[in-house]
């Protein structure tokens, strides 16, 4: 039987024990359903060959070689990975489209007795959700933004309001990127459509009513696009500017960029491009620093010298002021602890009413 979700929020908050994706391992990485599991029913290698034949034989025999390669996939998953599972366990199963692969599985664990049943439509019917969740429909949500120069921790602020039970999103934590030049991390970052199904699943699970805690960005972190509702919203939103001097902003950023700074050459790779921003003469006696390995004396010159300058003018063009200025002379575990209570309590005071974006 094929499961119909004419909603996100309907497939995301499915009944089902699991939901189980029999695309191939390229399939999935690329992007999946928040929480699924993988148990392709053809790799990479296996999917290509059988396309191959499909095109170049004819579909007749790509169907039979298929249909043996996943016969002998499925009974190995059945073997293994769901050995242990009771007679009463209900997994929901999508491929591409809802076809053949998912329907081959569905019905081999129908036979054990399993209660399988497959999304109609597939994958390509969760990505139109998504799509219409944040490229269609208006997003009705209190934003608050986090605001300040670099090096005020802001992610780190995300984090313990988080922890305090505050809505937040954390973007450059869904985009794997800390959102400037220098600010690519390891691992690499997901792809548009990867980040798009984590931040969907997150505002999913939100209470709209109450405010939602993001970071402010520009519209593009790293080579991740926020999509174009959340991005409307945010531009606005109010917003609470965090603020601390250069000396603590350049001591918390030697600590958050380490890998970085551990990485002499690819930090210079990254300064090159301020070459036509900021001269040749600035870079140059970054690249100095750099050779010196003075780190403290590295970041706070490229937040002097370029990205303070960079957010001055930002905040000019949008011409917002924010709604609360927090200052911390300090940034260390008890002064940012200290930071997040008076975000938390600026936010749930009841007089405060904060003006929706």
């Known amino acids: 039987m094929a499961q119909i979700f004419h909603s996100l929020r309907d497939l995301l908050n499915n009944d089902f ?18 929480g699924a599991i993988n148990l392709p029913v053809l790799s990479d290698d296996e999917r290509a ?4 034949i499909y095109k170049q034989e004819s579909p007749f025999k790509a169907r039979k070689i298929g249909g043996a390669i996943i016969a002998r996939n499925t009974a190995s998953h059945l073997e293994e990975k769901l050995s242990d599972m009771e007679g009463d366990w209900k997994p929901l199963v999508y491929c ?12 081999f664990l129908q036979e054990v007795g399993w209660r399988s049943e497959v999304i109609s439509g597939g994958y390509q019917s969760y990505r139109r959700l998504i799509h219409s969740a944040l490229y269609d429909t208006p997003l009705d949500a209190q934003l608050l933004l986090l605001d300040g120069n670099t090096g005020t921790a802001k992610t780190k602020l995300l984090e313990l309001l988080d922890e305090m039970g505050l809505q937040v999103i954390d973007l450059e934590g869904l985009a794997n990127h800390r959102g400037s030049l220098l600010g690519s991390l390891s691992g690499g970052q997901p792809t548009q459509k990867a980040f798009e199904s984590e931040l969907a699943g ?25 999509p174009p509702r959340l991005w409307e919203r945010m ?7 965090i603020d601390a001097p250069l000396p603590a902003r350049g001591q918390y950023l030697v600590e958050a960029y380490q890998d970085i700074l551990n ?8 300064l090159q491009p301020l070459r036509q921003f900021r001269g040749h003469e600035t870079v140059d006696h ?9 780190r403290l004396s590295l970041v706070t010159s490229l937040m002097e010298l370029h990205y303070d300058p960079a957010y001055a003018r930002s905040r000019t063009k949008h011409g917002t002021e924010p709604i609360a200025r927090i200052t911390t002379n300090k940034l260390d575990s008890e002064a940012l602890s200290q930071t997040a209570s008076r ?6 005071k009841p007089e405060s009413r904060l003006p929706r974006s």
Do not use: Y
Request: aromatic share 8%.
């Open 17 to 34: 024990d699991v939901v189980i994706d029999v695309r191939s391992p390229a399939e999935f990485a690329e992007d999946h359903i928040p």
């Open 49 to 52: 060959l059988v396309g191959t």
């Open 96 to 107: 591409w489209r809802g076809g053949q692969r998912s329907g081959f599985f569905a019905r």
């Open 202 to 226: 997150r505002l999913d699970r939100f209470d709209f009513s109450r405010p939602i805690i993001i970071e402010a960005e520009s519209s593009k972190i790293g080579n991740i696009n926020i």
């Open 235 to 241: 531009c606005g939103a109010p917003r609470i500017e």
């Open 263 to 270: 990485a002499p050459e690819t930090m210079r790779s990254k």
């Open 286 to 294: 970054w690249e100095t620093l750099l050779d010196a390995d003075d």
């Open 343 to 348: 975000i938390r309590d600026l936010i749930n």
